[in-house]
């Protein structure tokens, strides 16, 4: 019986996805919409891509808001696949949540944690990483799938390589590191640091050892849960909010805990508009694309010398005109007009709204 | 008996306003539009502007399709007043016909043509200026209002003024020139060249005896229809397409018959985006303007870093982030987003959209 026998997905569906405002609403965060116009969601394809490693070997971690969404979309899993959150307590209560229950109903488990609301190019090249980094986490690692980076980015935390361990394809991570300036970024990129993203494959049973060390009283929180589920609507909102990284990767990191496998299969965590249209154009590459980029029907989109990003969720008819590196995103109660440069700022919109009392449109 | 009890407005209400779109439609044209913010519609306000001067004195033409939309606009005029086009014949036939009904009816009228769709600020000097031509008018003379230039406009023909004639501030018409490149433009407002904004103030009959001298056809089918109001549906379709301008104006200031009165009242025929925009600023001026320019309820916009024009014609929410010089024109069917610049383009978008057959969008 081959590790893979007992791997175990665990995917947190969370996140507001507020840089992708009007799309992306508290209501229909990211994770549910098609953001690549293949006909999936992000949630699906996520859940497609992890399929053929796990089968029915699959837990969602979501909101107690989208359990019902969740359910609609993915309608071949069990509803006890879907495991609701009284509220948003960040990644290290729900990743946790999953490694308590995993680590009392399988003893050999071992579990990776992957977003819902990434897109990777190339699910083979994923699944043979993901593959290689549960080898490794079976030997009692905390692994984390780095990325390979395209592009000295600004926008994702790093990890730096130490030694190669055993495996092939396998090394000591030596450090987590923030966000970086663009000259620091083009630095990591030299010394060939990954990109950071969120996904750990650990045996549950590490995961929470490694989180007793920190923070004894929220692994025994997190276990008590798995014990009696029951005590889930009590306890929850007493643990911590905090970062798996925080709380467990960077410490364990430190001590010569993790290793890294690092990945190189067209990843992206679609962050916002600028990032959304990245995908799109290199989706769109390979079809001699000649005119805007539009996620949803072409037939709506009239572009007159525009290199425009546009998103006519609405039914009705966009025209531009004369305007390069535009974003128009236009949705039935709300619209908005950007450049792909400014992307990062539609959060500011989004908090605008938000003071003016304004929750019906975030 | 003064010239002015006489004086007669005729108000031809036709043109698409296709670089209007999507505010302006075949359905409901520029002029049935509010476009200045302040409540009245250009054609209400073309008609408030006048009344001071005619009282009920004004004919309306327009297009057969309109006359029910123009009647329930201007509430208190009568049925007659509101003449229908069977078909749109430009603006020689619609002002001619107005010319043979009044040269019937009020031997000594005196009337004058001022389109639909123009917007001017000071209305006090308008009925100044336009009494000053009717008194010369009433002598015999093709009397048209120029437009004293305000900067080197290319989107407008000029008239070039000749000698003065006897009463203060009336020259004679040396020619009507086309609208000129920027250079010309230039030299244009140099020589005192006045903008030709249309406006003619004329005997019926000398406007009707001019053409016949050019078109005795034209002419006397004008005439014949005045005499047998029931022949227009079959005279109407048989008259030339032409503008009053090439029709009358040009020929008969060669001839030394036209006589011009500079005005200086801030014209503008709202024209496109960017001139709704300077004529939006220029109201906003007083006020202070430190956001973005809107026509609509301001509540509905939310502007970040962006000198922008937003009509929010929809009811929807629309965010702008990053844009100068940017025009959002948000209406429930259609969307246009370009930029001042490129302003004369949106036509292009109207005829793109007519080729595949969207009518109902333009």
């Known amino acids: 019986m081959s590790t893979l026998d007992h791997f175990w997905a665990v995917v947190p569906a969370g996140g507001a996805g507020t840089r992708l405002w009007p799309l992306s609403r508290k209501a229909a965060p990211k994770f549910l919409h098609d953001l690549t116009g293949r006909g999936r ?46 509220s948003a307590r960040d990644s290290m209560a729900a990743i946790g949540l999953a490694a308590a229950l995993l680590e009392r109903r399988d003893p050999d488990a071992v579990m990776g944690s992957f977003a819902a609301d990434h897109v990777i190019a190339d699910p083979g090249e994923f699944r043979r990483v993901v593959a290689r980094a549960a080898e490794t986490a079976a030997e009692g690692w905390l692994v984390t799938i780095g990325i390979t980076p395209t592009h000295p980015a600004t ?146 989109v009239q572009v007159i010398d525009s290199d425009a990003l546009v998103v006519p969720a609405s039914g009705r008819v966009v025209a531009v005109i004369g305007l390069d590196d535009i974003v128009v995103v236009d949705t039935p109660d709300a619209l908005l007009v950007t450049r792909r440069s400014r992307a990062q700022d539609v959060k500011q919109v989004v908090a605008s709204l938000q003071q003016q009392g304004r929750d019906d449109l975030t």
């Open 41 to 86: 969601t992000l949630l699906q394809d996520t859940h497609d891509r992890l399929e053929p490693l796990v089968a029915d070997r699959l837990l969602v971690v979501t909101g107690a808001d989208h359990r019902d969404a969740v359910l609609e979309q993915l309608a071949d899993i069990d509803p006890e696949q879907v495991l609701a959150e009284p």
């Open 155 to 300: 926008g994702f935390g790093y990890i730096a390589r130490g030694d190669a361990l055993g495996a092939p394809g396998v090394f000591e991570a030596a450090e987590f590191v923030e966000k970086p300036s663009a000259e620091v970024a083009r630095e990591y990129v030299d010394r060939g640091y990954q990109w950071n993203a969120g996904m750990f494959v650990v045996r549950p049973g590490v995961l929470l050892d490694l989180l007793g060390e920190q923070d004894p009283a929220f692994a025994s929180a997190l276990r008590g849960i798995a014990d009696d589920p029951q005590t889930l609507a009590d306890v929850w909102p007493t643990l911590p909010r905090i970062a798996l990284d925080h709380a467990v990767a960077e410490p364990a990191a430190a001590a010569g805990r993790v290793a890294v496998v690092p990945g190189d299969f067209g990843w992206d965590d679609v962050g916002d508009f600028d990032s959304l249209g990245t995908i799109l154009d290199a989706g769109n590459a390979t079809a001699n694309r000649t005119g805007p980029v539009v996620l949803g029907d072409p037939g709506l």
